[in-house]
């Protein structure tokens, strides 16, 4: 049997996870990887035993040369869009690393190219293959909270500022907001079935990223992106989202995510809040409960979730090759997440502009 034949594109920290769960996959090769920082592409295959897979610095020079079926995109944020489109150009489909991009504009040009080429592009948000993100969207799903009318979402970290690429705008574009408040925004939006976004009004900030008290000293002179952000965002159906996300807070958390609905209410808490990590909302949770009324009194009912913990990331990698070899649609589709990048392209321009903001996404 002809194997899948993968390439991976940015071969950095995330990479490494990619390379793992692809590796677990007995109909899938990993052919090529590509880096622009000369060595590190070699250095990373050779890492995994992957003596026969070529090495490019060059990302065009490894699509023409290999020719892969698909391709990981795993660079910085500011090279997804670049990178997923040269790829989809070439022929390959792509499992996109998230955000999805930085800009609502490389989001709608990923989506032209995917519509143009044909092209399968999935984006990379593991949480969505953990069990008890599934059974939350199931209960949202089942009706029993009446019509959801307010949303409560955000991951804070007390303190958790990443170095590397993460808190540069020309790598990563966006800080935290990118980082880790595009899951919570998953999470909530893929639970109510993606209402489309209409306006946002955000404030963000960075008094911890570019303090040398709370960061490090040579971290803080170059951090110039969000370490906090908090959003009012209304979305189609008459629902409000309030949304927070944060690296670093003098808090242990951002709160529970909430859905408030006419039948009932739904309580998803932190996944902990010991660590200084802790409360980080990245597809773990703390205990699930339902609120309603029994015999017309207040109740609670606590939702037992404790089993249901799976390997998300290998799922992430698995769904999208069995999505391209059996041919069926994008696993998380740009058709959803442009919604994602939207909520992030407002919050941005609000925070700027110091007022709310429309949201528009043509129809692509
Ligand atoms: N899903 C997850 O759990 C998860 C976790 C961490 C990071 N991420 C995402 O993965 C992406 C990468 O994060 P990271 O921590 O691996 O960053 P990183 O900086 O360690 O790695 C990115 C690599 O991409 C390379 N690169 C940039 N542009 C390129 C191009 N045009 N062609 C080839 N290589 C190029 C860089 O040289 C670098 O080696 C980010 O978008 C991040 O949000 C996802």
Not at 108 to 126: S, W
Not at 156 to 174: C, L
Not at 265 to 278: D, N, Q, R, W
Request: hydrophobic share 40%.
């Amino acid at each position: 049997m002809e194997k899948f034949r993968i390439a991976i594109i940015g071969t950095g920290g995330i990479a490494h996870k990619h390379a793992t769960a692809y590796l677990e996959m007995p109909d899938v090769e990993i052919v090529a990887g590509s880096d622009i920082v000369p060595g590190k592409a070699r250095a990373f295959l050779d890492e995994f035993g992957l003596e026969n897979a070529k090495a490019f610095e060059n990302t065009q020079e490894m699509l023409d040369a290999i020719k892969p079926d698909a391709v990981s995109v795993c660079t910085y944020n500011s090279t997804h869009a670049e990178c997923a489109i040269q790829a989809m150009r070439a022929g390959c489909d792509v499992l996109l690393e998230k955000p999805m991009t930085i800009t609502l504009e490389d989001a709608i040009a990923i989506r032209k190219v995917e519509k143009e080429t044909g092209k399968l592009l999935t984006v990379g948000f593991q949480p969505r293959y953990d069990g008890r993100m599934r059974k939350i969207k199931e209960i949202v799903q089942s009706g029993v909270l009446g019509k959801v009318y307010y949303v409560q979402t955000g991951g804070g970290r007390w303190r958790g500022i990443p170095g590397s690429t993460f808190i540069e705008k020309r790598y990563a574009g966006v800080g935290c907001l990118a980082d880790i408040g595009c899951y919570s925004l998953d999470m909530v939006l893929n639970a109510l079935g993606y209402p489309k976004p209409l306006t946002v009004s955000a404030t963000a900030f960075n008094y911890f990223g570019t303090n040398p008290k709370y960061n490090k000293p040579e971290d803080a002179a170059r951090f110039n992106v969000d370490d906090f952000c908090g959003a009012f965002i209304r979305l189609e159906g008459g629902i409000t989202l309030d949304f927070r996300t944060a690296w670093a807070m003098h808090m242990d958390t951002t709160g529970a995510t909430i859905f408030l609905g006419t039948d009932a209410g739904l309580k998803v808490e932190p996944a902990g809040t010991e660590s200084h990590y802790g409360g980080a909302w990245d597809g773990s949770c703390g205990p699930v409960t339902l609120f309603h009324d029994k015999f017309d009194e207040p109740t609670s009912t606590p939702i037992p979730l404790h089993d249901l913990k799976e390997d998300r990331f290998y799922l992430k990698c698995r769904s999208f090759v069995d999505a391209v070899k059996e041919n069926l649609p994008a696993p998380i589709p740009t058709s959803q997440i442009i919604y994602n990048q939207a909520i992030i392209d407002g919050i941005i321009r609000s925070n700027e502009s110091g007022h709310e903001v429309t949201i528009e996404i043509p129809e692509i």
